[in-house]
């Protein structure tokens, strides 16, 4: 999972999308970087590791001008954590103007294409990442097969199976293009109010992977952009959709589920909105019930706090704040080995003085994933007096790895793929344990079908055996 942000013809470019990227940074914690380009048509970027506050600061702004600018978060799933697997990626054409472009997503066949292009054409790569391999496959059809910058995309998109959501800066226009399937989120903003018939200009516009980025630098949503759409922005000219090649929708449901962030509204749904159905939906399995006066509904904060709001409105059992999260305390999920990830879910989570004693606890979550984080909580919440402990989970059970862009670990650490739901209640000492069915995203979202649930039921629009490649990165 990552996040990209692109700024189109505003003076300073540059500070907004620092502010945007600043939004979406819960998208990726790892790394982050900008591309802009000045008025004289040169294009600058910078990346480093860390967050946007710490790597993109006053004083690195302070060196670039530019009306023109991309920007990107990294949460890495595939290549490594580093500054050269950093985006955005700047990409040299030897005719002069360079194109700088960066990505949200995963490319299934990247190790394909790269093989090809670096056999076939001499192609060298500086990273391991897929934006790099975006960025030079639409060179490669500018170079060798003289297309313009428009059919290039085109030709790239039909070709990259997986997942991108992708912005792109190409001599004094702007590009944003996404995958057939829409498997990641994007939206498209806009500074500036539409013209007399409704058209936006390309001027002002802004482009990010979630709308909750938006507020903060004064745009207004203007629309998502649509599964396999190439639009172009162009000084002066209306914002304009060059092509759409779309496919079956495949909208990622754990963007709703978890990664985005309440206030953001995507794929024709509000986050918050989702969330708190889920909860709703949850407590509808728990009508036969007996609830009394001890019962509190409480969320594993911060992740689950709209779906056990749902839970609490469906059930009538008061909502409440029983547990305390540190926010100091970086990613625990992405901890290489097991006892890291344990620590950093006692560091992370602390129960209130005196709150627990003879509580019946419906304690909801958004997943449940390797068990680490409940399986300490429970502990946690038990050794605080709570009497019985009622998990209920916002997904259905995660038994399969994405492909398309979120960081699941392999078959063998997931949970769910290895033991029954008695056997998962028992590990993590719960009294019961419910998740929520695949089958219920019906009565939840407006088009269920329109969404992938892969991880969930292991249908898969692509898997990377259908490409003869590796998932992994060349090392
Ligand atoms: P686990 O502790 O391994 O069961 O992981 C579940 C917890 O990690 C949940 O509380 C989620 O909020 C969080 N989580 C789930 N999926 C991810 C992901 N792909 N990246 C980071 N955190 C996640």
């Not at 048509?41 to 009306?67: A, C, H, Q, W």
């Not at 959501?165 to 500036?192: C, E, K, T, W």
Request: aromatic share 10%.
């Amino acid at each position: 999972m990552c996040g990209i942000a692109g700024v189109f013809n505003v003076p300073q470019s540059q500070n907004f999308v620092a502010e945007l990227l600043f939004s979406i940074q819960h998208r990726g914690q790892e790394s982050c970087g900008i591309a802009v380009r000045n008025v004289q048509g040169n294009i600058f970027g910078y990346k480093g590791m860390g967050l946007v506050k710490n790597v993109i600061t006053e004083s690195v702004l302070s060196r670039f001008d530019g009306p023109v600018a991309i920007g990107h978060v990294r949460y890495p799933t595939a290549g490594k954590s580093d500054e050269m697997n950093s985006q955005p990626h700047v990409i040299e054409l030897p005719e002069g103007p360079h194109l700088a472009i960066c990505s949200n997503g995963d490319i299934i066949n990247y190790y394909e294409l790269r093989t090809w292009l670096e056999t076939e054409y001499h192609f060298t790569f500086k990273s391991d990442n897929d934006g790099e391999l975006i960025g030079r496959l639409i060179a490669f059809y500018l170079l060798h097969k003289k297309k313009p910058i428009e059919q290039a995309i085109a030709e790239a998109q039909k070709q990259l199976k997986g997942a991108f959501s992708a912005v792109l800066i190409y001599r004094d226009m702007m590009f944003g293009f996404r995958d057939p399937h829409g498997y990641r989120p994007y939206v498209i903003g806009s500074l500036n109010p539409p013209d007399e018939k409704g058209e936006y200009i390309s001027d002002g516009i802004v482009l990010a992977s979630e709308s909750c980025a938006f507020g903060i630098v004064g745009a207004k949503l203007v629309r998502e952009m649509q599964p396999g759409e190439i639009i172009r922005l162009e000084k002066g000219k209306p914002l304009t959709t060059v092509s759409v090649n779309a496919g079956k929708k495949q909208h990622c449901i754990f963007e709703l589920i978890y990664f985005s962030r309440p206030d953001t509204v995507v794929f024709g749904e509000k986050v918050y909105d989702v969330r708190k159905k889920i909860g709703m939906q949850l407590a509808e399995y728990d009508k036969s019930m007996k609830l009394d006066e001890n019962c509190v509904v409480m969320a594993v904060p911060d992740s689950s706090n709209f779906v056990a709001l749902g839970y609490a409105k469906g059930s009538g059992v008061d909502f409440d704040m029983g547990l305390l999260r540190n926010h100091y305390v970086g990613r625990t999920f992405t901890k290489p080995d097991q006892k890291q990830r344990d620590e950093g879910v006692r560091h992370k989570f602390n129960p209130l003085p005196e709150f627990f004693e003879g509580k019946r606890v419906f304690l909801i979550d958004d997943s449940i994933v390797r068990g680490t984080t409940l399986r300490k909580i429970v502990r946690m919440l038990r050794n605080a007096g709570a009497k019985e402990v009622h998990i209920r989970i916002g997904s259905p059970r995660v038994i399969g790895s994405c492909y398309y862009g979120i960081d699941t670990p392999s078959k063998e650490e997931l949970i769910a793929a290895q033991k029954s739901d008695a056997e998962i209640c028992k590990y993590l000492n719960a009294d019961t344990l419910k998740y929520t069915e695949v089958a219920d995203f019906a009565k939840i979202l407006h088009r269920s079908k329109d969404f992938c649930y892969a991880c969930f039921n292991l249908k898969y629009q692509y898997k990377p055996e259908d490409f003869h490649s590796k998932t992994n990165r060349p090392e």
